[in-house]
């Protein structure tokens, strides 16, 4: 199916299904341990040894032997892979760096070698006596020190009219820098593998987020037929980004079982995951606004920094940016610096999440030396087309609505436009506010519909679910389409062997995903109305198919052999003649203890406008979960850089802090009642990024509201506050 026209009225309308808080059917699996995760595949892979990975103890240089005679002769070692028996290996488009390296280490905690023993406790002790000998090289280590080298960068700009001249001759300028981290996914099931072969084919038991990117991209790194290879994903516990890809769990597991002749299991420890798989890159990022008095934005500049390894690509920080205000002069561009740190890639949100803990700082200042308020200011420099094209228009945007709702349910009619003035207690409080922005991103997705004798509706299709909903999403938008209970629908997912979807990730996901099913659920009602002799306006419920003045049982029109079809929504031209994207805005309430600048978020409130809601339950899940990973981001989630050596020091989850539930406070979520013709069928778009772009801005925000204290230096502790409070007596 072709989407290249605007959707109308369809079957999705009905909103019998779809829309409604159903609870996540995967649920009770989850909960009660019986869902098989990857690692846990004891009963695909009976017998299975275990692999233990070693990384790299340098960043940067090459290994010149590895002693392997004691770790051989260890209590239950089956087999050591290492380059050198690996076999020749190619590289998958997605990687960066090779997955398994040597004598070449590009990275701290490249895996080098895997132990494969009986147990995973000989499987580590074993690992512990291979002797590494290394030749080390000086690396690079240090963003805002490679930004002030004057090294060269690789930069990438885009411009509108003439940036310089308007920001020189603005009456009201502002002209700062900020800085987020490097920060890690700290996702709870790290990345994790089971692999078989039989013969020349592979099976392989995996956490991953994209079936399809990852099987072609193992199938090149091992140089075996794609169609040798059948993976399966079916359960994931968390992702957020890392697990986009193929990654050296898959490979070693892949290449462990072959040297070993037996199931190999590889769950990557917690330090590998840190500093071997990939991670949010740190940025430096310069913004310049210039403004009339009355507010109108005239030139507004963004420019942000990031490091990567070579080849690598920049966090583009800027992309909001480039949509989200008016200003008739522009310029956003990104500066790659090449690091020899882990490679940074995609974490949720990757873009607009740190681009924005940026951006929203500086509309406040701008606001503030304006004399406007915030919500004010942003209501004014709104857009209803793409600043750069204004002949094309958002296919709907609806910000300044989420901005005014918010504002009224948050009551930030009460909060004091000058810092510092609201105390109780020994407690500063302050309200801040930012604005939410995510594009819409939509990509080809494929299901396959089955109708049994039974009347029950199966759907298989390649899409993942990674604690977002997605079983349920697709059994609702199937139940809808053929008129059937939720309970006569079976969904499948995270398999090789079925048609390819969009995959999860991006906030793509959703709308993309059921679409497709959508897709193959038109086909199954043209061919079910073929089959029963009906006209081709019939229509589908209670399980019945009506039409004529007859009336069937699809169990019945599904006959013996019941019916199966395939197909695959295409995404056309309506996403380049619109800026589809989701918009919200985001409200904090903090408490900042007067003796300690210990920040407590006391209240939480997003305002979402992303399309058609299919679940107003699991989408309210995602929201909050991103709304709470926003807390970590502003107040305490940093990949600590020990620059002298190159990597992560902080790297499990000890030292790594990400918020508890006693860090999580009150969490509102108000979903405006939207539709997006040009977005899809669905009329749906996303909603799992945007809950966490703003959030660390809308902190940052009511800090500065409750104090007086402004930082632009994420994340946001103590240390950074104390020394710059008011004082206690006032």
Not at 103 to 120: D, G, K, R, S
Not at 577 to 585: K, P
Not at 590 to 610: I, P
Not at 702 to 729: C, E, F, Q, S, W
């Amino acid at each position: 199916m072709r989407f290249d026209t605007p959707a109308t009225a369809n079957p999705i309308d009905q909103l019998k299904v779809i829309g409604q808080p159903v609870d996540r059917i995967d649920g009770p699996m989850k909960t009660s341990g019986t869902a098989p995760y990857a690692y846990e595949r004891h009963d695909a892979a009976p017998g299975a040894a275990y692999g233990y990975v070693l990384g790299a103890a340098i960043a940067k240089g090459r290994i010149a032997s590895i002693d392997q005679r004691l770790a051989k002769s260890a209590p239950g070692v089956i087999a050591i892979v290492t380059a050198e028996n690996a076999g020749k290996l190619g590289k998958g488009s997605f990687n960066t760096a090779r997955l398994l390296g040597g004598p070449l280490v590009e990275h701290y905690h490249q895996a080098i070698a895997l132990v494969v023993a009986e147990t995973f406790e000989q499987a580590r002790a074993a690992a512990q006596l291979l002797e590494v000998s290394y030749v080390a090289a000086e690396g690079a280590f240090d963003l805002a020190a490679e930004r002030s080298s004057g090294k060269k960068t690789v930069d990438r700009d885009n411009k509108v009219g003439d940036f310089a001249s308007a920001f020189a001759g603005a009456e009201v300028r502002l002209d700062q820098t900020y800085s987020t981290p490097d920060q890690s996914h700290a996702m709870m099931e790290p990345h994790a593998t089971t692999a078989a072969w039989r013969g020349d084919k592979l099976s392989v038991w995996t956490s991953n987020q994209m079936i399809d990117w990852t099987t072609t991209d193992l199938a090149a790194t091992l140089g075996i037929p794609k169609d040798s290879i059948h993976l399966m994903s079916p359960y994931i516990g968390g992702g957020f980004g890392a697990k986009l890809f193929l990654r050296a769990d898959t490979v070693l597991a892949a290449i462990g079982a072959r040297i070993a002749r037996r199931p190999v299991k590889v769950a990557l420890q917690r330090p590998i995951v840190a500093n071997n798989t990939v991670h949010r890159p740190a940025t430096i990022q310069r913004i310049r606004l210039g403004a009339a008095k009355d507010g109108r934005l005239t030139a507004i500049g963004h420019e942000s920094w990031s490091g990567n390894l070579v080849n690598g690509k920049p966090e583009n920080a800027v992309q909001q940016t480039q949509f989200l205000y008016a200003a008739a002069h522009r310029l956003t561009g990104t500066r790659l610096a090449v690091l020899d740190l882990p490679e940074g890639n995609a974490m949720r949100a990757p873009g607009e999440a740190p681009g924005l803990m940026a951006l929203e700082i500086a509309m406040d200042e701008m606001a503030e030396r304006l004399g406007i308020d915030p919500i004010e200011f942003r209501v004014l420099n709104d857009t209803q087309v793409d600043p750069a094209n204004p002949s094309r228009r958002f296919s709907e945007r609806r910000l300044i609505e989420c901005m005014r709702t918010g504002a009224k349910a948050f009551g930030w009619s009460q909060r004091s436009a000058r810092p510092a003035l609201r105390r109780e207690g020994r407690h500063w409080l302050g309200i801040g506010t930012a604005v939410g922005f995510r594009n819409n991103l939509v990509t080809k997705s494929g299901a396959r519909a089955r109708l049994d004798p039974r009347g029950v509706v199966t759907v298989e299709t390649d899409m993942t679910d990674i604690g977002t909903g997605s079983y349920t999403i697709i059994a609702q938008t199937a139940a809808e389409m053929m008129g059937v209970p939720l309970e006569r629908v079976v969904v499948r997912l995270g398999d090789s062997s079925f048609p390819v979807s969009a995959g999860s990730g991006g906030q793509w996901g959703a709308n993309c995903s059921t679409a497709g099913v959508y897709a193959a659920c038109v086909k199954l009602r043209e061919a079910v109305v073929q089959r029963a002799g009906l006209p081709a306006d019939a229509s589908f419920a209670d399980g019945m198919v009506r039409g004529g003045g007859r009336s069937l049982p699809l169990s019945e029109v599904a006959g013996a052999d019941g019916l199966v079809v395939e197909d695959t929504i295409e995404f056309a031209e309506l996403s380049k003649l619109y800026q589809q994207s989701t918009f919200g805005a985001h409200f904090v309430e903090v408490a900042v203890d007067a003796y300690t600048a210990e920040v407590r978020v006391r209240r939480m409130l997003a305002v979402c406008a992303s399309g058609r809601i299919l679940n107003p339950k699991s989408a309210r899940s995602q929201v909050i979960g991103a709304m709470t990973m926003g807390v970590g981001g502003a107040l305490m989630e940093e990949l600590a850089v020990d620059k002298r050596l190159g990597f992560f020091v902080n790297h499990d989850l000890a030292g790594y802090e990400v918020p508890v539930h006693a860090d999580i406070p009150h969490q509102e979520v108000i979903f405006l009642d939207e539709t997006d013709a040009m977005s899809s069928p669905m009329k749906a778009k996303g909603v799992g990024e945007l809950g966490l772009c703003g959030v660390g801005a809308a902190i940052a925000n009511a800090v500065y509201n409750a104090t007086g204290v402004r930082v632009r230096d994420y994340p946001i502790t103590l240390d950074k506050l104390l020394g710059r409070m008011p004082p206690i007596d006032s």
